[in-house]
């Protein structure tokens, strides 16, 4: 009678064992790589969709503003807005219900990297609105300043002035030129970081 033996079973060598460790590892490794860019990239892309979306509601405050800015007429012939690099001051009307209008200064501002808003009171006096004007544009009004955008590194401002884009200028300069002290339109470039080209936008002045 035969007896049936069965074979010897044969088991992984070291060598073999250590090129299957090799390969789980590098296919782990491939795995993290390509997880963690994605992580990245969708990080980055969520930060850059914020990013765009405080320059809109920015941008959407600003509209509104230049919707009312004062009539030169309003003001005695006084200029109603001054533009000059990372600096926009303007007069603009204040409506309430049941209420005469008064009239308000708005400055915006861009200082180490953010951009912020600041209004003064409004009044109907045209000598009180003079101090409120001298108090924004020397940048010694106290009132406290509302931050739109972070990540700004710089805004550059146009206005449509007696026919054609005239680059930042005062309020002097503004006055100088006459015929011209009720601009029609405004243009306003936000520039961020690690960007050649900023975000343009165009504004009415004076639409309502």
């Keep these: 009678m035969r007896n049936n033996i069965a074979p010897a079973q044969r ?15 590098l296919v782990a490794v ?11 990239a969708r990080g980055a892309l969520t930060a850059e969709l914020e990013q765009t979306r405080g320059m809109q509601l ?4 600003l509209q509104n503003d ?10 005695s012939n ?18 309430a219900d049941d209420q ?6 708005i400055s915006y501002r861009v200082q180490n990297g953010n951009l912020t808003r600041r209004a003064s009171s409004a009044t109907r006096d ?15 009004d106290t009132t406290p300043a509302v931050l739109l955008q972070t990540g700004v590194t710089a805004m550059s401002l146009r206005v449509w002035l007696d026919g054609s884009w005239q680059p930042g200028m005062d309020a002097a300069a503004m006055a100088s030129m006459g015929n011209g002290l009720n601009p029609t339109g405004l243009e306003v470039v936000l520039k961020r970081p690690n960007s050649d080209n900023g975000l343009i936008k165009l ?6």
């Design 203 to 208: 504004f009415l002045l004076g639409a309502v």
């Design 11 to 25: 088991g992984l060598t070291l060598v073999e064992l250590l090129v299957a460790i090799s390969i789980l590892g």
């Design 126 to 140: 045209l000598n009180q609105l003079d101090q409120l004007w001298l108090a924004a544009v020397n940048d010694t």
């Design 66 to 75: 230049c919707a009312q800015l004062a009539n030169a007429s309003t003001l």
């Design 58 to 61: 920015a941008f959407a405050q």
């Design 30 to 40: 491939i795995g993290w790589r390509g997880l963690d860019g994605i992580v990245r």
């Design 78 to 95: 006084r200029p109603p807005l001054q533009t000059l690099a990372n600096q926009l001051t303007l007069v603009r009307t204040v409506y």
């Design 100 to 105: 005469p209008s008064k009239l308000q200064v």
